[in-house]
C-alpha cells in the first residue's frame, strides 16, 4: 500500500505543474507547460507586490491558472501561464485577516480559501468563490461550530465537499455548498495540537484516505474517508 502511494505520488509530480511563489518585486520567468521529473527545479514566479506573503496556493486545470493567498493583506491572486497577474479578490487589511490554505473544486468551479479574521483570535473562516465569475458564493465562520475555531488549509472531495484542518484545536471541519449546514466530521483525540496542531490535508485519488500533517510535533496521520 505504501508502495501505491509513492507511486502516484511519483506520478503526481511529473505531471504537475509546480510553481515556486517568490515575495518581492523583479523580474520574473515565464510559467510554460512541461513535463518535470521528481526533484527537478521548476519556473519561479515574483509577485509584483513586496508585501504578497504567500502561504497557501492553487492550480485550476480548466482555465490553467494558479492562485495564491497573502497572510499580510488577505488579497488572493490569479497568475496564468503566460505570467499574467491579476487580483481574483481583495481583503480588507483593516481587519488583520490573512488567506491561508486553498482548493481548487474544477468540476464545480468553486475556489475554496481558509482564512483568519483576526490575527489575535485566530477565528477561521472558510469562502467558496465562483472561479469564473470571481465572486463569493458560500461563507461560513467557523466559530459557529465551535469556539475558538481557527483554520489552515483545505481539501476537497470527489463529491465537491471540503474539509478544513483546525490548527488550534482537535477537529476536521466538512463544508458544501448545498445549504447543508457545516458540521465537525472529527474530533478524534490524534487532532489535538501540540505547540501548533493540523496543517496541511489532502485526499488520494480514489477518495479513500485522508493524509494530515501536524506541524509540531510533526506527525503524518492517514485517516480513513469511508
Request: hydrophobic residues 40%; charged residues 20%; proline residues 4%.
Amino acid at each position: 500500500q505504501a508502495r501505491r502511494w509513492q507511486t502516484q505520488a511519483a506520478r503526481a509530480l511529473r505531471l504537475a505543474l509546480v510553481i515556486l511563489f517568490a515575495a518581492g518585486c523583479g523580474g520574473r520567468e515565464q510559467i510554460t507547460q512541461r513535463t518535470y521529473e521528481p526533484g527537478e527545479r521548476h519556473e519561479v514566479y515574483v509577485f509584483s507586490r513586496k508585501d504578497q506573503f504567500p502561504e497557501g496556493a492553487t492550480f485550476d486545470p480548466n482555465s490553467r491558472s494558479f492562485f495564491a493567498g497573502s497572510l499580510a493583506n488577505g488579497d488572493i491572486t490569479r497568475i496564468t501561464l503566460d505570467g499574467a497577474e491579476t487580483t481574483f479578490a481583495t481583503r480588507s487589511a483593516a481587519t488583520g485577516e490573512s488567506t491561508l490554505g486553498m482548493a481548487v473544486d474544477a468540476k464545480n468551479r468553486r475556489l475554496w480559501v481558509c482564512s483568519l479574521r483576526d490575527a489575535t483570535s485566530k477565528a477561521g473562516v472558510v469562502t467558496a468563490f465562483d472561479i469564473d465569475a470571481g465572486v463569493p458564493v458560500y461563507t461560513a465562520k467557523l466559530s459557529e461550530l465551535r469556539e475558538n475555531a481557527s483554520c489552515n488549509d483545505i481539501a476537497v472531495d470527489q463529491l465537491g465537499a471540503a474539509f478544513v484542518t483546525d490548527r488550534e484545536n482537535a477537529a476536521i471541519y466538512r463544508l458544501v455548498t448545498s445549504g447543508e449546514s457545516p458540521t465537525i466530521w472529527s474530533s478524534h483525540p490524534l487532532l489535538a495540537p501540540g505547540t501548533i496542531g493540523s496543517n496541511g490535508i489532502a485526499i488520494t485519488s480514489d477518495g479513500g484516505t485522508m493524509l494530515l500533517t501536524q506541524y509540531k510535533p510533526a506527525r503524518l496521520l492517514r485517516i480513513a474517508v469511508a
